[in-house]
């Protein structure tokens, strides 16, 4: 699996919206709310063989209220 960080920012009013809706489609392993420019940051694990930016704009980017997103991907260095 790939773990992935991803920072989304929301259309104002929509945060907790988006946050309920990500928590209902169980894609996430932790989900949290931040400060800054963005509201919210993701850590995901994305089954092997799967197309990252794939796997994120079919599940996460048609969630309605997200303006913005982010994404970090990690590596096994050590």
Known sequence: MTC??????CK???T???ADEITL???HSELY?????????M?????????VG???NENLLTIEGIERSL????????
């Open 4 to 9: 992935v960080f991803i920072q989304i920012r």
């Open 71 to 78: 994404t970090t991907l990690t590596f096994k260095a050590f």
């Open 25 to 27: 489609r169980e894609i």
């Open 54 to 56: 794939k796997f994120i």
């Open 33 to 41: 709310s931040t400060s800054g420019d963005f509201d919210l940051l």
């Open 16 to 18: 907790y919206k988006v």
């Open 43 to 51: 850590k995901v694990y994305i089954p092997e063989g799967e197309d």
């Open 12 to 14: 104002p009013g929509t």
